[in-house]
């Protein structure tokens, strides 16, 4: 028996079946063992050779097929992770209902492992209450179903019911592995403003001065709150490469005052604020409005640099009656101090509710797909969070988050 993790890749019957080619590959390639179950109206969208191929497993759609392996009871008890992609409105209608009339529905009725549905269709097949319903009550029943995505659907159409990027699909298969019980839907009601990304302050129209943040914990933030039933606005600052979390409405922004301006507007109506983004604490006094030149006599320039606001400082003075914040502190440590002591220092200057500290250098969470760190609160509590997956420690966060909000509920 393999002894990698054992995910069964669920592929309903619409026209975003060919993206769950690419959710495979990027299984695969991270060391799952991928067995491809797909719907018949499916296999009008892709082929079995092309799911064969990519998972080096055979294909079926019935359940007579390998009969006296009997396979679709063993499919489903072996599995570690049951993905949907795509979640039809007709398979979560099957799905809600307990209908076994396919290899797949057969499987999603004997997997006693995390079940999670990737939604895709029409904006008015997403709303429709007979689809809300269903949506609901396989909720209650523990399975994920997660948010879609807004754009472009078949067709001219666009809105609400677009399948998750495949990146985000694998990201959440991912941390449903390390950890089951990650997507529960706590945060359904509030209102969450998150920071992501690294600011850049113009020095003229070629260059900058900026950081070495790519945004991906501030996206892992923001998806695991929607997902977590959160209304989720994400300010991001150059991460262009990311694919936007779905279920977020996302403001693009550049320099520290731009994302301190689009915040504050958000925080304004919010419950909870983040600030995950790499802000510049400085900016030049002056930018050039044209490319400073470099000559073989030019002198070397002085860039005489002022301060940006502090943004942090400046949620929490401006809080609202209940509102948590949190704040990020990427610290190295020096002859002042470690990396815990400059943390400490900051949570209590800033006046943050949680702090998140990060180490940081070379190979440590700028720019990787994994991080540490530990989780401060002002109260006191110090938690360290293991290495991981961003997301899982998103949803370290939005754990403590949910505890910090469900006691101030309880003392009103």
């Known amino acids: 028996m393999s002894s990698k993790p054992r995910v069964v890749l669920g592929v309903g019957g619409g026209i975003a079946a060919y993206k769950a080619c690419e959710v495979l590959r990027g299984l695969t390639e991270s060391g799952h063992d991928v067995r491809v179950v797909p719907t018949e109206a499916a296999l009008n969208f892709v082929g079995a050779a092309t799911f064969e191929a990519l998972s080096g497993h055979p294909v079926?759609?019935?359940?007579?097929t390998e009969v006296p392996e009997v396979q679709h009871v063993r499919v489903g008890k072996d599995a570690d992770l049951v993905l949907v992609v795509p979640a039809t409105a007709d398979l979560l209608a099957r799905a809600a209902h307990g209908l076994a009339d396919d290899l797949l529905t057969n499987t999603l009725l004997t997997?006693?492992?995390?079940?999670?549905?990737?939604?895709?269709?029409?904006?008015?097949?997403?709303?429709?209450p007979a689809t809300r319903d269903n949506v609901a009550l396989l909720r209650s029943r523990g399975a994920v179903v997660t948010e879609p995505d807004s754009g472009r659907l078949t067709g001219a159409d666009t809105g609400k019911g677009r399948l998750a990027?495949?990146?985000?699909?694998?990201?959440?298969?991912?941390?449903?592995?390390?950890?089951?019980?990650?997507l529960p839907r706590d945060l359904e009601g509030l209102r969450v403003v998150v920071s992501a990304g690294g600011t850049r302050e113009p020095l003229d129209p070629v260059r900058h001065l900026g950081n070495r943040s790519s945004g991906k914990q501030g996206y892992a933030l923001a998806r695991v709150a929607a997902q977590r039933g959160a209304d989720v606005t994400l300010v991001a600052a150059h991460t262009e490469a990311l694919p936007e979390p779905a279920g977020a409405e996302v403001v693009h922004v550049s320099t520290a005052r731009q994302l301190g301006a689009a915040v504050e507007e958000a925080a304004s109506a919010?419950?909870?604020v983040v600030m995950a983004a790499a802000v510049a604490d400085f900016r030049p006094a002056d930018t050039a409005?044209?490319?400073?030149?470099?000559?073989?006599?030019?002198?070397?320039?002085?860039?005489?640099?002022?301060?940006?606001?502090d943004i942090l400082a400046g949620l929490v003075e401006a809080r609202r009656p209940g509102q948590v914040i949190v704040g990020f502190a990427a610290e190295t440590g020096d002859e002042q101090g470690g990396v815990l002591d400059h943390a400490r220092a900051k949570l209590k200057r800033k006046g943050c509710d949680l702090l998140v500290v990060n180490a940081v250098g070379e190979g440590k969470a700028f720019e990787m797909e994994e991080n540490t760190g530990w989780l401060l609160?002002?109260?006191?509590?110090?938690?360290?969070?293991?290495?991981g997956a961003k997301s899982l420690l998103a949803a370290t966060v939005w754990d403590a988050v949910t505890e910090l909000v469900r006691r101030r509920a309880h003392r009103q």
């Not at 079926?60 to 007579?64: D, E, L, M, Q, W």
């Open 165 to 182: 990027d495949p990146r985000e699909i694998v990201d959440v298969a991912r941390l449903l592995l390390a950890r089951s019980d990650a």
């Open 377 to 387: 609160g002002a109260d006191g509590t110090e938690q360290r969070i293991p290495l």
């Open 60 to 64: 079926h759609t019935g359940v007579f």
């Open 270 to 272: 919010a419950d909870v």
């Open 111 to 128: 997997a006693r492992c995390p079940v999670a549905f990737f939604p895709a269709m029409h904006t008015e097949m997403w709303e429709h």
């Open 289 to 309: 409005d044209h490319k400073i030149k470099k000559t073989e006599h030019s002198p070397d320039p002085t860039i005489a640099l002022v301060r940006n606001p």
